[in-house]
């Protein structure tokens, strides 16, 4: 599906958990002030008599603390999940894998992670290994700059490599698709609805121990609330199914749109349906999160019918229609580590030919090339620089590097900076990655960059801050910001601010000319950026205008700043999902406009569009 439909649709589909959201806590609201009713009224006398006692204000009372219940539980749920996909991960006690320790498993897994990153243009996620023995997964996060991949020990051991990738591929869409952001709010909003069956359970609870003349108005109402509570499982299991099951048949098909591999994901869910341990996890937790996962992770009440999975047979009939109904059982092939870690030759480009219209459609869609041009850009990067994007330290050494002047007078400021500002460690890891610069080419530096962030969002607070304002440092010792400069800053705040300060945009603006005066501040700085086109910058920016029919001109070159560029960057992210194709065309227009594209443009392509929140995957290479 298309990658600003799909966000559309993941945006209607939080309306639709609102409404059914509302409709539940209506009934909810309703039962318990008839529950109310029948324990105030519980006698034979007032029966007898019809003397019935309840008033709007007792209804008022009642409303208004089954709504303040339901509200402050919600809100507390959600704000304990205020760190994103690291707080899901940890729910379910998964541990962060950083180093794979010469684990054949660990490396394809995290290899597995890296390459469908790179090839999506999107950062990479931590990835957390759960401790359980079934097969599982799931993506969690309000936005990719703060999404993780959590994977079953169970997944990681057990499925070959094709179809671990079929099922990080399938996690990946909810990442694009913006299916993520969706299921964390539901974690928040059920927890709400489900606090009804758990007064329930304490008030039965305290009800047993009753005795004298209200023993049975109190009994009554405990079980009341029982009902009540259990009431609001089942709504919270049916905004569940009604939210989830159908992006579960988007996502699978979408895993083979990437890997164009369908015996990837059909062989992950055949090799299930054989499997002893299954897909039902055993942490009681797994409950909360159930709508998140790869397969059903809970057993299914009411026949299945409350289940927040298609059934396997389903899933995998839609993927392999010959299917005959036979599971695997028996051990995955076994791969060369060759092949997990997918070494393959990659040279940097002299340029290269960009379509508009192409580009737009390979946002969100790492194909199968896309897949390829990962694998040999991974394995073009030295060890040494792929292994230090694994670790806090070196990791901000990397960034560090990729920002010194080639030689002179600068550098050395940079490198004395360093190493008087950097944390202890971070400068002696530099020195050891120097004789690796000239190993690093442009090609290469924004996967190295989506390399790091996982490691990068495990400093502390005060180590983040302080790598920012190093960063700053190094750009501007020669006094000037290159736009090139500029783009990896900015993704560096944008991604770690995700993760450290819970910076997230949303949809705030439906129409191009709300933002027309943003337009023409990204459009003039893109026509302005190359000094060596042989057109003139108003003949780039007039090609970028003519996607866009708004009514804006070039701005003048001393009006541009930085700090406006920011300020527009930050505001067209926040643009309507279906608004965002013509921006991104009339970037590439504008880029594309005197019919030669270099790397670093391609770079600087690249950095623009992840900032705009469309992500464009690595541009075809010429291998060597």
């Known amino acids: 599906m298309n990658f600003f439909e799909s966000q559309d649709i993941a945006r209607r589909n939080t309306r639709t958990l609102l409404a059914l959201f509302l409709l539940a806590v209506l009934s909810l609201v309703l039962l318990t002030n008839a529950l109310v009713f029948v324990a105030i009224n519980f006698d034979t006398a007032r029966a007898a008599t019809g003397n019935y006692y309840y008033?709007?204000?007792?209804?008022?009372?009642?409303?208004?603390?089954?709504?303040?219940?339901?509200?402050?539980?919600?809100?507390?749920?959600?704000?304990?999940?205020?760190?994103?996909?690291?707080?899901?991960?940890?729910?379910?006690?998964?541990?962060?894998?950083?180093?794979?320790?010469?684990?054949?498993?660990?490396?394809?897994?995290?290899?597995?992670?890296?390459?469908?990153?790179?090839?999506?243009?999107?950062?990479?996620?931590?990835?957390?290994?759960?401790?359980?023995?079934?097969?599982?997964?799931?993506?969690?996060?309000?936005?990719?700059?703060d999404?993780?991949?959590?994977?079953?020990?169970?997944?990681?051991?057990?499925?070959?490599?094709?179809?671990?990738?079929?099922?990080?591929?399938?996690?990946?869409?909810?990442i694009l698709n913006g299916d993520m952001r969706l299921n964390i709010r539901l974690m928040g909003v059920l927890y709400g609805i489900l606090m009804m069956a758990i007064l329930g359970r304490i008030l039965l609870s305290s009800g047993r121990g009753s005795r004298g003349r209200n023993e049975g108005g109190i009994a009554a109402f405990g079980l009341g609330l029982v009902i009540v509570g259990y009431l609001g499982h089942f709504f919270g299991n049916l905004i569940k199914a009604a939210v989830s099951r159908q992006r579960e048949f988007l996502a699978d098909a979408s895993a083979v749109q990437y890997t164009r591999n369908p015996d990837g994901i059909a062989g992950a869910l055949k090799r299930i349906g054989g499997y002893a341990g299954g897909t039902v996890m055993a942490d009681p937790e797994s409950e909360e999160l159930s709508h998140s996962l790869f397969c059903q992770g809970v057993k299914a009440a009411m026949f299945g019918a409350m289940a927040t999975h298609p059934p396997l047979e389903e899933r995998i009939r839609r993927l392999d229609p010959s299917w005959q109904g036979e599971f695997l059982n028996g051990p995955p092939t076994q791969e060369t580590a060759a092949r997990a870690a997918g070494a393959m030759g990659f040279a940097g480009a002299a340029g290269v030919t960009l379509d508009a219209e192409q580009i737009v459609e390979q946002v969100g869609n790492p194909t199968e090339a896309r897949l390829d041009t990962a694998r040999r850009i991974l394995g073009?990067?030295?060890?040494?620089?792929?292994?230090?994007?694994?670790?806090?330290?070196?990791?901000?050494?990397?960034?560090?590097?990729?920002?010194?002047?080639?030689?002179?007078?600068?550098?050395?400021?940079?490198?004395?900076?360093?190493?008087a500002s950097a944390d202890l460690g971070v400068y002696d890891a530099l020195?050891?990655?120097?004789?690796?610069?000239?190993?690093?080419?442009?090609?290469?530096?924004?996967?190295?960059?989506?390399?790091?962030l996982p490691s990068l969002r495990q400093l502390s607070y005060e180590q983040y801050k302080l790598f920012l304002g190093n960063l700053d440092a190094l750009i501007r010792a020669d006094r000037r910001v290159t736009l090139q400069e500029w783009a990896v800053q900015k993704m560096v705040q944008?991604?770690?601010?995700?993760?450290?300060?819970?910076?997230?945009?949303?949809?705030?603006y439906n129409r191009l000319s709300?933002?027309?005066?943003?337009?023409?501040?990204?459009?003039?700085?893109?026509?302005?950026?190359?000094?060596?086109?042989?057109?003139?910058?108003?003949?780039?920016?007039?090609?970028?205008?003519?996607?866009?029919e708004l009514n804006i001109e070039l701005q003048d070159k001393n009006s541009l700043s930085f700090a406006r560029l920011n300020d527009a960057v930050d505001t067209l992210a926040d643009l309507h999902p279906l608004r965002k194709p013509k921006l991104l065309k009339a970037c590439v227009r504008t880029i594309t406009a005197d019919g030669i594209v270099s790397d670093v443009e391609a770079e600087l392509l690249r950095a623009v569009a992840d900032l705009l929140e469309c992500p464009v995957p690595p541009l075809d290479f010429d291998q060597a």
């Open 55 to 145: 008033n709007w204000q007792t209804f008022a009372v009642i409303t208004l603390g089954v709504i303040g219940m339901i509200f402050f539980a919600s809100l507390f749920r959600t704000l304990s999940l205020r760190k994103g996909g690291a707080a899901v991960a940890e729910l379910m006690h998964g541990q962060l894998l950083t180093d794979h320790g010469g684990d054949f498993n660990k490396r394809k897994l995290l290899n597995v992670v890296e390459e469908m990153a790179i090839a999506s243009s999107t950062p990479v996620p931590p990835v957390y290994l759960i401790p359980d023995q079934a097969i599982n997964a799931f993506a969690a996060g309000y936005s990719p700059g």
């Open 380 to 419: 073009a990067i030295p060890e040494a620089l792929a292994d230090a994007a694994h670790e806090p330290y070196s990791s901000r050494a990397i960034v560090y590097l990729m920002q010194l002047h080639a030689s002179g007078e600068i550098r050395d400021k940079q490198l004395e900076h360093l190493k």
């Open 494 to 508: 944008k991604h770690l601010g995700s993760a450290f300060e819970g910076k997230r945009s949303r949809a705030k």
């Open 514 to 548: 709300q933002v027309q005066d943003h337009c023409a501040v990204l459009l003039s700085m893109l026509a302005l950026s190359d000094r060596d086109a042989a057109i003139e910058p108003a003949v780039a920016f007039a090609a970028g205008l003519d996607a866009l």
């Open 431 to 452: 020195e050891k990655l120097l004789p690796f610069e000239p190993e690093l080419v442009p090609a290469m530096r924004l996967p190295l960059l989506e390399m790091c």
């Open 147 to 174: 999404a993780v991949i959590g994977v079953t020990e169970g997944a990681m051991n057990t499925l070959s490599r094709d179809e671990l990738q079929g099922v990080i591929a399938h996690e990946f869409s909810h």
